[in-house]
């Protein structure tokens, strides 16, 4: 059945129904339910239809406007308990911003509380946004309003035909969530999602303050939160306001991606920003598979290969990762590969379709051999220390749906390359080139791939680990490898003879000339271990690796690493700065010392000497519930564990946050200072 056409273009869904009955609202609020062919999340598109067209939100609306409309909201709350939690805390503030429109109220009790969520619900249905952002509002603002105007009775109508906002949940990662949040007519983006796909941001906090700051946002407004009941009215709401100012702004710089991410997959962009890691594959795989006269997937990528996800762990070998010289380097720099696993998929041919495996033999640690097995058909054979000696076929008669989309995007990631650094499009679509390659890859290793072959992605990571060995052998300075490229120490190194060489490994009837070698300059680089280094670009300091930062690491105790780490880049001894820092602990803010942590289990079930059942405990006694899946701040005290919101004006263990820290940097500094944990405690008085 045909896309129906309407008046203003086409109008499809793209939330499922029962029964595989799609609904469709058409403008004038009328609704009907119809049946489409659909497999997963494929949707068969017209590719001509201009994203403007194919918003497709969440019911399949239209948008009648050329130019994307945005509007951006942010609540604040009382919170009673531990920490905020969208069930029991109650609204204080409100504020929305839009292309420079702003308002926002401030609520003394519930009366006010209801004219504030009337006046955004008419504030909404006026403006009559295409897109409504929050950040972290999926699991948090979003669903304080929805209780809110249960509370309060209020019909909480959003939807572009006066419906409410319907929360979808599910399993993800093995615990039950919200997935997403339809509202009718319309997209919801929780912006802080999307800066968690940033790859950018790696190594940044993911709090709305630290990502705008990261991204160069000027005129952001920082208060205690933990205080924002005691903040003055006008305070609180020039508070509220900058909040959603800066969720707008971030939030129409993703979009500027997602729309190009649309258009270049020809989906709503409903679907774009509410995708998951298997969708894109889907969207190529599928259509291609539909294309072609084929019906529903043959199961996906777990039900096909059984005898490689039946493993518990980790199912097949990963890139090769190497510390060859710790130390600090000034400069250093790193060739690595572009887009090395899609590049090796297209340079194979290696694609669902194309690939067969002749035998997997017992592993022996040997090379890459590259053969024919017939005139239009290559043979190679690889090791996989999780699987064994791998033989495979691969076709090479026609060019493969993989090596078709890997083409032109590659092509186009090389076109926008140079332009990215000074046009802020160009680097939004770079962005989502890169995200359209890394995602194709990975797709193919995914359990959940409908269309993908998990023996594509174990031929690109072996392949991949020859060449990065290749590479590293013919580097004159080498400090480590990273899956996909080499660190070397000093200035970036005429390489053009080491490109030829690793392309002359591979036989000249495959596509040898898409392992492209690029070069990245770095200021500064500390190598730590083979899984933690650190780097200084423009002056910002990015940390990689969970043993140097990690969500249970106070505020302090990384704020003093930093600290440490700019002084030894910029050539002095650091412990006189540290000796400062730390000494400062006892006049810092307590919110600066708590430590975040989630009940992965009922708190019932923890052993009783478990910091998570001590919490729980406290907690219960002061009449705050907690359960499975909830958040807990709490600090350490020198009567040990406590909530945050109970630890009231008992001392902290200033001792236990100095210990944390010179832990932090004596494994980050070694290689400079050559410090114990015991003897870095010691430079820092404890």
């Not at 006066?162 to 319309?186: A, D, H, T, Y």
């Not at 946002?217 to 959603?244: C, F, G, H, P, Q």
């Not at 000696?389 to 078709?404: A, K, Q």
Request: charged share 25%; net charge neutral.
């Amino acid at each position: 059945m045909e896309p129906i056409k309407l008046n203003r273009g086409f109008v499809l869904d793209s939330i499922p129904m029962r029964n595989g009955v799609f609904e469709v609202w058409i403008p004038g609020g009328q609704s009907r339910m119809i049946s489409l062919p659909k497999d997963g999340m494929v949707d068969k598109l017209p590719p001509v239809i201009p994203w403007n067209r194919r918003v497709a939100i969440a019911y399949g609306y239209n948008i009648p406007s050329t130019t994307l409309k945005v509007m951006a909201y942010d609540i604040e709350t009382l919170v009673p308990g531990a920490s905020p939690n969208p069930d029991r805390d109650t609204l204080k503030s409100i504020a929305w911003w839009a292309d420079n429109q702003l308002w926002c109220m401030d609520c003394r009790d519930d009366a006010e509380r209801v004219q504030a969520i009337e006046m955004f619900i008419a504030a909404v249905q006026g403006y009559d946004p295409d897109v409504l952002a929050d950040y972290f509002g999926k699991r948090y603002d979003m669903i304080v309003l929805l209780n809110e105007s249960r509370r309060l009775d209020i019909h909480f109508g959003l939807g572009r035909d006066g419906s409410e906002p319907e929360v979808i949940s599910g399993k993800q990662k093995g615990r039950w969530g919200i997935k997403s949040i339809e509202i009718r007519g319309r997209v919801h983006f929780d912006v802080f999602e999307e800066a968690c796909f940033d790859q950018s941001l790696n190594g940044v906090r993911k709090g709305l303050k630290p990502v705008s700051q990261h991204l160069g946002i000027k005129n952001i407004i920082i208060e205690d939160t933990s205080a924002i009941d005691r903040l003055a009215a006008e305070a609180r709401m020039n508070y509220n306001v900058s909040d959603a100012r800066l969720t707008y702004i971030l939030g129409t710089m993703y979009l500027e991606s997602l729309t190009a991410l649309a258009d270049k997959l020809s989906i709503p962009l409903k679907l774009a920003v509410s995708r998951t890691p298997t969708h894109i594959g889907d969207y190529f795989y599928g259509r291609e598979h539909l294309d072609r006269g084929g019906g529903k997937s043959y199961g996906n990528n777990q039900e096909r290969n059984p005898e490689v996800f039946k493993k518990k762990g980790v199912k097949y070998q990963g890139g090769f990762v190497e510390m060859i010289r710790e130390g600090l380097f000034k400069p250093a720099h790193k060739l690595d590969f572009n887009s090395l696993y899609p590049a090796i998929m297209a340079m194979l041919n290696a694609d669902p379709k194309t690939i067969e495996v002749v035998k997997i033999e017992r592993w022996v640690d040997l090379p890459p051999r590259f053969s024919r097995a017939a005139a239009d058909t290559g043979r190679i054979e690889f090791s996989d220390d999780k699987i064994g000696r791998v033989t495979l076929d691969i076709y090479l008669g026609e060019d493969s749906t993989t090596r078709t989309e890997m083409l032109n995007l590659l092509s186009w990631k090389n076109e926008l390359k140079p332009q990215s650094k000074f046009n802020a499009k160009a680097r939004s679509n770079y962005w989502v080139v890169k995200l359209l390659l890394n995602a194709t890859y990975g797709y193919h290793g995914s359990p959940w791939a409908n269309w993908g072959s998990i023996w594509v992605a174990v031929l690109a990571c072996a392949i991949g680990r020859y060449v990065v060995k290749e590479l590293r052998d013919r580097m004159e300075n080498p400090i480590g490898v990273d899956t996909d490229g080499v660190v070397g120490a000093g200035k970036v190194p005429n390489f053009s003879g080491i490109e030829a060489a690793i392309q002359g490994l591979i036989p000249d009837y495959y596509q040898t000339n898409l392992l492209q070698l690029d070069a990245d300059p770095i200021e500064v680089m500390l190598s730590v271990d083979e899984k933690n280094y650190v780097t200084q670009e423009k002056g910002k300091i990015m940390v990689h690796g969970s043993g140097l930062k990690g969500r249970h690491v106070p505020y302090a105790v990384s704020d003093g690493l930093e600290i440490g780490l700019r002084e030894v880049f910029a050539g002095n001894n650091p412990i006189s700065a540290l000796r400062d820092y730390v000494l400062k602990f006892p006049t810092m803010n307590p919110r600066q010392f708590q430590i975040s942590s989630d009940f992965g289990k009922n708190p019932s079930d923890y052993e009783s000497n478990h910091v998570m059942k001590q919490l729980a405990d406290q907690l219960k006694a002061a009449n705050v519930e907690v359960a499975i899946n909830d958040s807990v701040y709490y600090v350490k005290t020198v009567d040990g564990y406590a909530p945050t919101v109970l630890a009231g004006d008992r001392n902290l263990d200033f001792k236990y946050y100095r210990l944390a820290l010179a832990k932090k940097l004596s494994k980050a500094l070694w290689p400079v200072l050559g410090l114990t944990e015991r003897q870095m405690m010691k430079e820092l008085m404890i």
